[in-house]
């Protein structure tokens, strides 16, 4: 079975700095883009960065210049390093991979909150 796991998470004060990591394990192929996404109570989850295997990056407006996306592809793992964080990037942050096993289906992590706050 697939999983996906994030960590890294927490409570960081504005203008701080903080590291997200995300895991993939299980039985596959190939783990295709992976992609960071964020959600705040109430409002639609949205895209914050991707990567590709190629390692072609995109990021979300918001993250551009504080946000680096990066992937160690040997061992199935991604990161997003933050940096200048605000209070508005508070939010549920989720892993998310396009995966082979037979078929490429979208696999999810279970999230890591993110608490920017004095």
């Known amino acids: 079975q697939v999983q996906l796991v994030e960590s890294g998470g927490g409570l960081v004060q504005p203008g701080g700095s903080l590291t997200l990591s995300c895991a993939a394990s299980?039985?596959?192929?190939?783990?295709?883009?992976m992609f960071w996404y964020r959600q705040v109570p109430g409002k639609v989850r949205e895209l914050v960065a991707s990567?590709?295997?190629?390692?072609?990056?995109n990021y979300a407006d918001s993250a551009k210049g504080r946000f680096t996306i990066s992937r160690d592809s040997a061992k199935n793992t991604m990161s997003l390093q933050m940096t200048s964080l605000r209070p508005e990037d508070t939010a549920v942050y989720y892993c998310n991979a396009l995966i082979t096993v037979i078929r490429t289906n979208e696999y999810w992590g279970q999230g890591t909150q993110v608490t920017v706050s004095l």
């Open positions: 990567i590709r295997r190629d390692g072609t990056t």
């Open positions: 299980g039985t596959f192929s190939s783990v295709n883009t």
